[in-house]
């Protein structure tokens, strides 16, 4: 029977103490010269060297926290798909568990978080809708399958199995067979504007370096952090 290498290491540490697993980082440094000409440079520039490093497989995904009327905090991955001086924005279903956690507190924190690099940035702030016009053009430059899963996932829902979620699909090829393949009524993005962005770069001993931006009207005010 196959049992994938990781495995061995999984039995080794069934008492679930991980006190040992530690590294040292020292790939670079975080200096306040590298925000002087904003988050966004500093960003777009280690975007540029997450894309090309080859362990990381998608350099856009980043983690988004909500909030639900309870006040119990959720933390999911998706991908950006746009990020420029207004903010970040990804797509989702306007029916799934994050959409109606901002419907009631429209507000998120992100990460992102490229470990391979020992580089992390976090943005927190308001959260809106984007015009449906710019969720269409984005919806039509999706893989056709991926527009027809789209339509057949109500996402966050709960399923009877697996051949339910293909029965779903199998109906939506049916629906559009032999033409394109609208935005879906419930499907669209929303934009996080920052507020509060942090740049964390891995330093030996883990002193590490922290820059934290706040945005005050169109003015950065920004300050280094204890690690």
Do not use: C
């Not at 779903?168 to 669209?188: N, T």
């Amino acid at each position: 029977m196959y049992a994938p290498r990781w495995l061995d290491r999984v039995v080794a540490d069934a008492s679930g103490d991980l006190s040992d697993r530690r590294r040292n980082y020292g790939q670079g440094r975080l200096d306040e010269d590298d925000v002087a000409e904003g988050w966004l440079a500093l960003f777009h520039a280690w975007y540029a060297d997450a894309e090309r490093e080859r362990g990381l497989i998608e350099a856009n995904s980043m983690q988004v926290a909500t909030v639900d009327a309870a006040g119990h905090p959720s933390v999911r991955t998706v991908l950006a798909k746009h990020v420029d001086e207004d903010g970040v924005v990804f797509y989702t279903n306007y029916d799934s568990a994050k959409a109606h956690d901002l419907a009631g507190a429209p507000m998120a924190a992100l990460v992102f978080a490229w470990v391979p690099l020992e580089r992390q940035v976090r943005i927190s702030g308001p959260v809106e809708r984007v015009d449906a016009d710019i969720s269409a053009a984005y919806f039509a430059t999706r893989p056709r399958a991926s527009q027809i899963a789209a339509w057949a996932s109500h996402q966050s829902a709960e399923l009877r199995d697996r051949a339910e979620l293909e029965s779903a699909v199998a109906a939506v090829e049916r629906q559009f067979k032999g033409r394109e393949v609208p935005l879906p009524p419930d499907w669209g993005g929303y934009r996080v504007t920052p507020e509060l962005v942090e740049f964390w770069a891995g330093r030996p001993d883990r002193l590490h370096d922290r820059l934290q931006g706040r945005r005050d009207g169109t003015v950065w005010h920004w300050r280094r952090l204890a690690p």
